[in-house]
């Protein structure tokens, strides 16, 4: 008698199909006649996908620039003026890796030195070798448009003028 009775569950009624039809263009209806939902499921990947797309493709670039391929153009007026920055930036830069060795035995000191460090061992911050230094007749117009990074005019010191080395002493 149980093979004769059929299955219920097998076949859905027709009549639950209709309903959720009904259902679905009722919703459908409903969604087309609101300005703002259209405005959202249309314009709003139109103006943020292009976006997303050009914040990820700058992330990506700058991610996988390697921190060694960094050349910083700097331009100066005259060619003494670029001379007297390569020797500061030089006396500059070996002032700091005097003041970065800890004194010996300091182990937090070693790991925070570690930590400041590149993967590679390298600091983080570029050296004086990674410089260009070019001289510009313009040094304004050199700037503006993208020809150097950096414009420095170096100034010799007035007579009679205290160091900044005195000034900043006095101030600590």
Not at 5 to 29: I, M, W
Request: glycine content about 6%; cysteine-free.
């Amino acid at each position: 008698m149980s093979d004769a009775a059929p299955n219920k569950r097998a076949e859905p009624p027709r009549d639950t199909l209709s309903r959720l039809g009904r259902l679905t263009l009722k919703e459908l209806r409903e969604t087309l006649r609101d300005r703002r939902t259209i405005v959202t499921l249309v314009l709003m990947p139109l103006l943020v996908y292009p976006l997303l797309s050009l914040a990820f493709k700058q992330f990506l670039l700058s991610s996988f620039q390697q921190q060694g391929q960094t050349q910083w153009r700097i331009g100066v007026a005259t060619e003494p003026e670029g001379v007297v920055l390569l020797v500061l930036l030089r006396r500059g830069d070996e002032l700091l890796k005097q003041a970065e060795q800890p004194p010996q035995g300091s182990a937090s000191q070693d790991a925070a030195r570690a930590s400041k460090s590149g993967e590679d061992g390298n600091s983080a911050e570029p050296a004086v070798e990674e410089l260009a230094v070019f001289t510009t007749e313009n040094l304004d117009e050199a700037v503006n448009h993208m020809q150097v990074d950096l414009g420095v005019r170096v100034r010799p010191r007035p007579p009679g003028e205290v160091p900044w080395r005195q000034r900043m002493s006095t101030l600590l």
